[in-house]
């Protein structure tokens, strides 16, 4: 089970900071990746990054001159700092479980965690 | 690497069966379906193109190669009328991206 957390109103320019916290799994899990995923209003999916536990992190290169991800193996979590905001990062923010063995696919999400940008 | 969906809409009635597209921009080894309804986060339907997920009924279907994918739904259901999307997994350099859905209503 994974559960995000953080602020649902963050102003314009400041960093956003989320968590999510993970049950029932190890982060430690040398066969998956932990991913963030967000969805603007009415709008589709866009991969944010991937994370390994051993601090490997894959990034969407439209993103990842503001983006931060990390890995907490003690505290079964991950984090997703947002850098610079603007009112284009208002959106649903997810993270999910991903295969890391041979397929990629997301199987478990999180319910999402709603940010608003706005002044 | 970008996934184009067909039709963004697809008005259909229940029983009927649907073909959804998936088109990348290059030629993709791993593709996956997620199904998604309003409030919800994304549900995953198929992976490795034509692999069902736990739980996932028989009358949802993958299939396809390269560079075209079709999510086939038999009998639809009441509760199929979502929105869909493929998502793709590509090797070097390592990024993922999704299509950007089919809604699936009803007619």
């Known amino acids: 089970q994974l559960q995000e957390s953080g602020p649902g109103l963050v102003k314009p320019s400041e960093t956003l900071s989320l968590n999510c916290s993970v049950s029932?799994?190890?982060?430690?899990?040398?066969?998956?990746?932990w991913a963030w995923i967000r969805q603007s209003p009415g709008r589709g999916l866009e991969w944010i990054g991937s994370s390994y536990y051993n601090g490997r992190i894959y990034y969407n290169p439209s993103l990842k001159t503001r983006v931060a991800i990390s890995v907490d193996t003690s505290r079964n979590y991950i984090s997703l700092r947002v850098k610079s905001l603007t009112v284009a990062d208002t959106a649903v923010y997810f993270c999910a479980r991903q295969d890391a063995m041979y397929h990629y696919f997301m199987d478990v999400w999180g319910q999402g965690t709603t940010v608003t940008v706005s002044s | 690497i970008v996934l184009t969906q067909s039709p963004a809409t697809l008005s259909v009635s229940p029983g009927e069966r649907v073909s959804l597209s998936c088109r990348a921009s290059q030629s993709v080894s791993n593709l996956a379906w997620y199904q998604q309804k309003p409030g919800q986060a994304p549900r995953l339907l198929i992976y490795a193109v034509s692999t069902r997920a736990t739980g996932v009924p028989v009358r949802f279907s993958g299939s396809g190669s390269g560079t075209e994918f079709t999510l086939t739904i038999n009998s639809l259901q009441s509760e199929d009328f979502a929105v869909y999307y493929c998502?793709?997994?590509?090797?070097?350099?390592?990024?993922?991206?999704f299509g950007q859905g089919t809604r699936l209503e009803i007619k």
């Open positions: 998502q793709q997994h590509h090797e070097w350099p390592r990024e993922y991206s």
């Open positions: 029932g799994d190890s982060i430690s899990n040398t066969g998956l990746y």
